[in-house]
């Protein structure tokens, strides 16, 4: 079985400051991990994705993420926040060796990401 | 216009009534999902289909039901509408490969049900 824990439902940063927003995993294969962001009003849009390659991922708007097996973790980074970032992120789990397919990922609870002025 | 175009984005209803959320798209991909989406929990997984004669229950199917009619669409219908089924629901695609190998999704703007 799979879980993946968000371990912050707000997380509040000011402009121009770093940002980090936590992620935990389990899995019993070999995990793909991925971030969701979803601006309000409008529908989910892969940030990121982690399949087996390079264990620091690079995704859109500057953000990065890194799988650090030891930890089962894959915190999600920013090295200056924008007021653009406001919004809501998931942490999604897939175990791909389990039979693969988007019918098996598994998103965390969100954590919604508020920017400071 | 949206690759994922999902119809009506708001709804309010009454306890007992009949609803159907209607899902479109153009992006030519075989497989097709409906999520909900409440406060908290992040989204749960209802019904996906890999092509139109796929139809496979999800987490949460019970109270719900739905329709391929074509590769296109992808209708989500609550028969008898209750207020715990109050939510923000998610239509979204995945390509065939790609979906299965990276677990891309591709989401519509979401259809705001409430049901009094």
């Known amino acids: 079985a799979q879980s993946v824990t968000q371990l912050d439902s707000h997380v509040s940063v000011s402009e121009g400051t770093p940002v980090l927003l936590r992620c935990n995993y389990s899995?019993?294969?070999?995990?793909?991990l991925f971030w969701y962001v979803q601006h309000p009003n409008k529908g989910l849009q892969l940030l990121l994705k982690?399949?087996?390659?390079?264990?620091l991922v690079k995704g859109i708007n500057g953000f990065e993420a890194e799988f650090k097996k030891s930890e089962t973790s894959f915190h999600l980074t920013k090295p200056s926040a924008h007021m653009s970032d406001a919004a809501e992120y998931f942490c999604?789990?897939?175990?791909?060796?389990?039979?693969?397919?988007?019918?098996?990922?598994?998103f965390g609870k969100g954590t919604h990401l508020i920017i400071q002025p | 216009d949206a690759d994922v175009t999902q119809t009506p984005r708001n709804r309010i209803t009454k306890t007992g009534k009949r609803i159907m959320l209607e899902c479109s798209q153009t992006?030519?991909?075989?497989?097709m999902y409906w999520y909900r989406q409440d406060p908290g929990l992040g989204l749960r997984l209802i019904y996906y289909?890999?092509?139109?004669?796929?139809?496979n229950k999800g987490e949460i199917s019970d109270g719900y039901s739905v329709s391929r009619q074509a590769q296109a669409k992808f209708s989500l219908s609550l028969e008898s509408a209750i207020p715990n089924q109050t939510a923000l629901y998610f239509c979204?695609?995945?390509?065939?490969?790609?979906?299965?190998?990276?677990?891309?999704?591709?989401f519509g703007e979401g259809s705001r049900l409430t049901v009094l």
């Open positions: 999604v789990v897939s175990d791909r060796d389990s039979g693969g397919g988007a019918d098996g990922l598994t």
């Open positions: 899995s019993s294969y070999s995990p793909s």
């Open positions: 979204a695609t995945s390509d065939l490969h790609t979906g299965t190998l990276t677990g891309e999704l591709f």
């Open positions: 289909s890999f092509d139109v004669k796929d139809i």
């Open positions: 982690y399949t087996s390659a390079a264990t």
């Open positions: 992006k030519g991909h075989d497989r």
